[in-house]
């Protein structure tokens, strides 16, 4: 009998897919850096048992159409806003995501976001690199004390406490908001819970880490932005499309806020001309919140483990549940 087929969009490194190659006939798009062919994603969802897909692979119907093997789609990623789930579901296809494995990993980049925006960490290194740094001044690059603040999380799960328990090491007061309370966390960590807009008027940090929904796309708006402090530094470590980035642009253009760490954009890869990155005030980096090595590793391993599982005829270990 023949052995069920993989199809990973990505290149993966083959120590994460040795281990599996004795169950399966595991394929992959042959790039690391380009996404797969849309024509080719869908020639081989017909064709394979199971799909390892990456969040800039966009599964909606059309992907289930003509379908017959799919059983499993193992999405590399703890965010799943790019598989359309009733569709999936329709299909009778199992979708994983990668949860835990990566949350401290996604802490420490936004943590680092916010660090590197009020102390202007990016804007020091290219004056010092461009040979700018003539004289020792008093307020040369003085950026934003970050310990004693008040951090506002906005998405208090599993990263955003990650990211308060960072916070707690800089003696910051901790603000959070999620739909609803999280008591364990308040006692854990001594967050408190305010409502959206009072975390937003309080905060001198104002850190999103909510999954895209349509509850909470374009949640910061100008509104949410013309409530913040004048200081306040705006970090988004979680999906680009939370954000109406034309409201953030004119936002610190207009001193409404000081800055902002961003990780993600509205469209990925984001123009190295976007008036955003315009900004001395804007630290960008390029989704890069769970890349680290070890992380990016574990997070593969777990979308092979959960194709296994499902494969096995046993419970997925990180199934994606519809709400
Ligand atoms: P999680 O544990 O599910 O946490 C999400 C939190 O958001 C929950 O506490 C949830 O609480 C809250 N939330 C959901 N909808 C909300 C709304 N409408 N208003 C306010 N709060 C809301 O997820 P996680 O593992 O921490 O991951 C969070 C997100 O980070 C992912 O979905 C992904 O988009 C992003 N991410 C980005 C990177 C990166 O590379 N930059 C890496 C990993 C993850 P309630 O249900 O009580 O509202």
């Given amino acids: 009998m023949s052995k069920p087929l993989i199809y990973i969009t990505r290149k993966l490194p083959q120590s994460v897919v040795e281990p599996f ?16 062919e849309r024509e080719v ?39 799943y806003d790019n598989i359309e789930l009733g569709a999936a579901e329709d299909a009778n296809v199992i979708v994983t995501n990668t949860p835990d494995v990566l949350t401290d990993t996604t802490a ?27 004289n ?33 090491g800089f003696e910051m007061e901790l603000l959070y908001h999620n739909r ?23 905060s001198d940090f104002v850190v999103c880490l909510t999954p895209l929904t349509e509850e909470t796309r374009g949640m910061f708006n100008k509104d949410a932005f013309e409530r913040m402090k004048d200081t306040a530094i705006f970090v988004n470590a979680s999906r680009g499309a939370l954000v109406d980035e034309g409201a953030l642009y004119e936002a610190i253009e207009q001193n409404v806020i000081a800055g902002a760490g961003l990780d993600v954009f509205q469209n990925e890869p984001i123009s190295a001309d976007h008036p955003l990155l315009s900004f001395d005030q804007v630290v960008a980096t390029p989704h890069i919140g769970s890349a680290s090595e070890e992380t ?7 979308c092979l483990e959960n194709i296994q599982q499902v494969m096995n005829k046993d419970e997925a270990k990180t199934p994606v549940t519809r709400v």
């Fill in 21 to 36: 190659e004795s169950n399966y006939t595991i394929e992959m798009w042959p790039e690391e850096e380009k996404p797969v």
């Fill in 108 to 134: 420490d980049l936004t943590f680092g976001l916010l660090l590197s925006t009020a102390r202007r960490l990016m804007e020091a290194e290219r004056y010092v690199k461009n040979n700018d740094w003539k």
């Fill in 296 to 302: 990016r590793k574990r997070m593969m391993t777990l």
């Fill in 41 to 79: 994603l869908l020639e081989k969802a017909q064709q394979a048992d199971a799909l390892v897909t990456m969040l800039s692979d966009q599964i909606d119907s059309e992907v289930f159409e003509q379908q017959t093997n799919l059983k499993v789609i193992a999405n590399l990623a703890v965010g």
């Fill in 136 to 168: 020792w001044a008093p307020l040369l690059m003085a950026g934003q004390d970050v310990h004693h603040k008040t951090i506002g999380i906005i998405g208090m799960g599993r990263i955003g406490e990650a990211v308060a328990k960072r916070a707690t």
């Fill in 180 to 202: 609803s309370r999280k008591v364990e966390a308040e006692e854990k960590l001594g967050a408190t819970y305010v409502g959206f807009e009072e975390l937003l008027e309080r």
